[in-house]
């Protein structure tokens, strides 16, 4: 890694002017999972690295007749264990549950893997000056291709790497962004960006600001998130499905379904919400909400099995919710 | 002078009494009425497991050499290029740094990942700051790197060169005597070793003598190779490797990067320290390269094979050979046979050795194309293979077959092919190994000096990769001496020991270790036995000791216990020298089957998204007679997840643009975990075989062959649809079992 100053926050109000100071050429650190990779392999190479792991502002849980509330330096494994997570937010408790390996839940924070960058083995390697570092090329479209998307594709390829995303915009999160100038609160669906919009970067942060808290608010559904991995510790979602249904006794009076691991930022499918409304999930109604998520897929030359697993793998999430 | 002894070979039943000729002072056979009490029969804990776990041991990455520097590598970002020029005048002023060596060989890359420079500075951040900064103009040429587009004649680098076929009678006839014949191409991936340590070495020159800690299979030849380095006479030069994080294969060459820290070392005057990194390792430090069988195979309607063909593209990297026929013409009786091998190139590191190399994927291929066959014929696979095993009694094949069939219970479990329900669908498969016997006679000299206080030491010029070696070493040192393991003490892992000793490779080891240990120990317990016999008016070859008691076989009323005999050992100690050395090779005294075993794999498939887990690998292994029972199964385990892992997750993934490898961190290259590995069976056939003295063989390479081949198997007895490119992925099995309807 290159050198850099390392500024330990003590507060948010400490954090934020930090990086007002060098805006474009700091990092932000909480659990490290994910920076210091970066670090290591010059993806990163910033001038100044502003810890807010010890802001005890960013880590707390809170949980009321409104919702959850969680500061972004909550660690998974203490999001996982909350008592108001496992009893209300299945899905979060179940994506949190399968990030990466015991060690990375117990460093990694909430906020860390919303914030995380891609695992696109091009990105990771300096050597390639792909769109998402300012090139102008993204590599995996002539290249190789497995585990890159299906969905929202275009002009770079990437899958958003998180688990807790999909299943918090399934449970209608929001997320409040703050900077020295002040702070806004918007949907977490609203937080990600395509690369469409923007290559270089996943979602709306701007320079100089922070992730501060995510709400979840309060509702009465039921909720699961299914991941697909090649091994069952330590990897990446292949696709994933985060699914938040509200039912009136067995019919579904509303739904809320969220891809993982198949676009370059948590994929709701819409057409999939509107017509579970209304029905039972059966095995048919499932197998046939599959079909639906994948409709738009255009996979490319090594992820056409890709569409097939998601088949599954949103058959699988919903069939959980009805067990 | 010899003195002729019978011994009982054979297996289970099948025995027979043979005799034979052994030299005076060398001792006898341990043949099947001899029972152990210390190796092979109860477990012994690795006697070096505690120092591994709490950390004491000290691997090559450990060591910290007084006033010792680090190095990096400069390496070559592309996969083929011309160096036109290399500045490094930017590093060598950087902070820390003592030193910039440019690589020889400058004149072309042949792949990412090629050594171009080493930077030596007081810290290792130091000096890949200062490896970052040495400034390298390359002119970037043609590459390629997908196996897929190496066989053509505009490969930039050179073109195919074929070997002359291996031919055993006449496969053209053989496929018209058939009933039913099967042909189809096999393919398998490239997979680095991944050992748990990393390439490295520490290079020190101190007081006119050159030491260099590596961790390396070898510490002879590395001997050879440090001194050659470094300009040394081999008596002052010295190679330690006490503890070593595995090799796999891949640490049995010297290297480059040994020969410029050696360089260094020399040039500045300070140890030179370098260990690779993942990236360094995957890239350059060896591999199992990748194959493309064409397999035909023919057989009657009973299933006997009438005629196999192979025709092999082997896929070695830049240079060099690889094969992979072996098993087509080893593992199953057909008397007619063809294999031809070809190696292509691409702007890849080169293969290296892996465990038993080219078995695991000569095997794929030749028990995927018979589970095909067998598909085809609607037979069951296990009937046909042991068929085509059942050669003679003594050989212990059809045995092996047996006990796995019952021990894992195929008749219940084998259904016809694709027959289970879903969307789980179960399925079974069953492959053989083989591997030649490897002992080297002369190839080691072990040395054993017994103390008067009753413990024992035991020297071997050796070194321990991590396979429990030491336990092996002790075990069959407390074997011969009738003593305790716990009084054993085992020196390795340092040329000053003085004693030649095999490399770690081809599964030597132990058929070359213990018999030597097996003589030393001997001998010196005889020495000691001369100094009791006069008392009790016995011959010293008479006088045994078994459980720490020593008695006169003759008349087992003469007994005292260990202690009270080693008193006479005196305070000179007693030392004998041991070898090697082999009965004599006379018709109809050794088995001659080499190594022989069968596995048997279970395996479930999910066919709605693809998800493969191996569930259980039933292992029947002979390695002779074990000399540590818990290591020897731990080798067979070892191998069995090693060979899961090459199954179904292990794929070098080389891309196509700039030809770089993608994955070279744990990250995307997969390697299972716990939660992937299967419940594993290891069953140990003892074969009593007198190659040695002590019937030992080696065991660390034939669990790994059949077990990738078995779980395929499995996959295509659960599908009903053949897989026939390895790692068996998720996406493999959805396009086997829906891309036609895409």
Known sequence: MNKFEFAVADSIQTALEELNEHPAAAKVHAGGVDLVGELKHYTAQPDIVVDISEIPDLKWIADDAEGTTIGASVKLIDVIRHEAVSKKHAALQEAASVVGSPQIRNMGTIGGNLCQRPRCWYYRDEAYHCLKKGGDECFSVAGRNRNHCILGGGPCYIVHPSDCAPALIALNASVALQSVKGKRELPLEDFFILPESDATRENVLQPGEILTYIHIPAHAGKSAYIKFREKEGFDWALSACAAALEFSGKTCRSARVVLGGVAPIPWRVRSVESYLQGKEITEETARRAGEMAVEDAMPLAENANKVLLTKAIVKQALLKLNA | ?742
């Not at chain 2, 591994?52 to 970002?77: F, S």
């Not at chain 2, 996969?79 to 060598?92: F, L, N, Q």
């Not at chain 2, 643009?657 to 744990?666: D, E, S």
């Open chain 2, 1 to 742: 002078m010899v003195k002729n002894i019978s011994a009982l070979i054979g297996h289970d039943d099948v025995t027979k009494l043979v005799q034979f000729d052994v030299p005076d002072g060398e001792p006898g056979f341990w043949d099947k009425q001899y029972k152990f009490v210390v190796a092979g029969e109860k477990p012994v804990r690795r006697l070096d497991g505690m120092e591994k776990v709490t950390g004491k041991a000290k691997y090559t990455y450990d060591i910290y050499r007084p006033n010792q520097l680090c190095a990096e590598l400069v390496l070559c970002p592309h996969a083929h290029a011309r160096i036109v020029g290399v500045d490094a005048s930017k590093a060598e002023k950087m902070p820390g740094v003592r030193g910039v060596m440019l690589a020889e060989n400058l004149d072309a890359a042949m792949f990412a990942g090629w050594i171009i420079a080493m930077v030596a500075a007081d810290t290792i951040q130091q000096a890949r700051d200062a490896a970052r900064s040495v400034l390298v103009e390359y002119d970037a040429q043609d590459f390629v790197v997908l196996e897929d587009d190496a066989g053509k004649d505009d490969n930039p680098i050179r073109k195919p060169s074929s070997g002359n076929p291996s031919i055993k009678g006449d496969v053209e006839k053989g496929f018209q005597e058939a009933f039913a014949v099967h042909e189809a191409e096999y393919v398998t991936q490239t997979t680095p070793h991944n050992c748990l340590e990393t390439h490295g070495c520490v290079a020190e020159f101190k007081n006119g003598e050159l030491t260099v800690w590596f961790s390396t299979q070898s510490l002879w030849s590395m001997q050879q190779a440090v001194a050659g380095y470094g300009g040394m006479p081999l008596n002052k030069t010295r190679v330690i490797t006490e503890y070593m994080g595995g090799g796999f294969g891949s640490k049995l060459f010297g290297e480059q990067f040994a020969d410029m820290c050696v360089k260094m070392a020399k040039k500045i005057g300070r140890p030179i320290k370098f260990m690779a990194n993942r990236y360094f390792d995957s890239v350059a430090c060896g591999n199992k390269p990748a194959a493309k069988m064409h397999v035909k195979i023919g057989a009657q309607k009973d299933g006997a094979f009438t005629a196999i063909r192979a025709d092999c593209l082997n896929y070695p990297g830049f240079s060099g050979g690889a094969s992979v026929a072996t098993p087509f013409r080893s593992h199953y009786e057909c008397p007619n046979i063809y294999t031809q091998e070809t190696n292509v190139y691409t702007n890849t590191g080169l293969s290296r050795p892996f465990r038993a190399p080219g078995r695991p994927q000569g095997s794929f291929g030749l028990e995927m194309a018979i589970e095909e066959l067998c598909m085809k014929m609607g037979l069951d696979p296990y009937e046909v293979k042991i068929k085509n095993v059942d050669v003679s009694p003594l050989d212990p094949r059809k045995y092996q077959f047996e006990v796995g069939a019952e021990r894992f219970g195929w008749k219940k479990k084998f259904k016809k092919h694709g027959s289970d329900a879903g969307p789980v669908k179960t399925g079974v498969g069953c492959a053989v190994t083989y591997w030649g016997y490897s002992g080297d006679p002369g190839g080691a000299v072990c040395r054993c000096t017994l103390f008067m206080d009753g413990s024992a030491e035991v020297a071997i010029g050796c070194q321990d990769l991590g396979t429990g070696f030491r336990t092996m070493a002790a075990c069959t040192a407390a074997e011969t001496l009738g003593i305790d393991v716990q009084r054993i003490q085992v020196l390795t892992g340092d040329t000053d020991i003085g004693l030649v000793g095999p490399l770690s490779g081809g599964s030597k080891t132990t058929p070359t270790v213990a018999p030597a240990i097996k003589s030393a120990c001997y001998k010196a317990q005889q020495k000691l036995f001369g100094r009791i016999a006069g008392d009790w008016d016995a011959k010293p070859e008479d006088i045994v000791c078994r459980e720490n008691a020593v008695f006169n076989k003759e008349n087992p009323e003469q007994k005292m216990p260990w202690n009270e005999a080693a008193q006479k050992v005196g305070s000179n100690m007693i030392v004998a020298l041991g070898e090697h050395i082999p009965p004599p090779d006379v018709e109809g005294i050794r088995i001659g089957t080499g190594l022989r075993g069968a596995q048997f794999a279970q395996v479930e498939v999910n066919v709605e998204t693809g998800k493969i887990s191996c569930k259980k690998v039933v292992a029947v292994q002979d390695c002779g007679r074990a000399m540590a029972k818990a290591q020897a199964e731990s080798q067979i385990c070892g191998g069995v997840i090693q060979g899961v892992s090459y199954a179904l997750f292990e794929d070098r993934i080389m891309d196509s643009v700039l030809g770089r490898q993608l994955n070279p961190q744990m990250e995307h290259y997969k390697i299972l975990n716990a939660m992937e590995a299967p419940d594993i069976e290891p069953i140990l056939i003892d074969v009593f075989d007198p190659v040695n003295c002590a019937s030992a063989k080696g065991i660390g390479e034939p669990p790994h062959v059949p077990t990738a081949a078995a779980v395929a198997c499995a996959v295509c007895n659960a599908i009903g649809k053949p897989i026939r490119s390895l790692p068996i992925t998720p996406y493999k099995v959805l396009e086997a079992l829906y891309g036609e309807r895409r």
